[in-house]
């Protein structure tokens, strides 16, 4: 691929706005709630809020990279 099209790809995928897909959204949620679940049992913070907001976004940027529109499990 050379830099031109590479370019252009980025460009295009600027415009992409993917939404978070109910089953991503569940995995997502069932993955944060066992990592915290983990975290209590050792008495100590493995994860939060804001890791969870971190995972969303790393989710949408995949969708991203994809050209897609929705972010899938």
């Not at 295009?12 to 066992?34: H, S, T």
């Given at each position: ?17 993917p939404?978070?897909g109910?089953e ?7 993955e ?42």
């Amino acid at each position: 691929m050379n830099l031109e099209t590479l370019a252009s790809y980025i460009s295009f995928a600027r415009n992409i706005q993917p939404v978070l897909g109910d089953e991503a959204a569940k995995k997502i949620q069932e993955e944060y709630l066992r990592l915290r679940k983990e975290g209590q049992s050792r008495n100590t913070i493995s994860v939060t809020p804001r890791q969870l907001e971190s995972l969303i976004r790393m989710s949408e940027a995949f969708a991203k990279m994809r050209l897609s529109n929705e972010v899938s499990a």
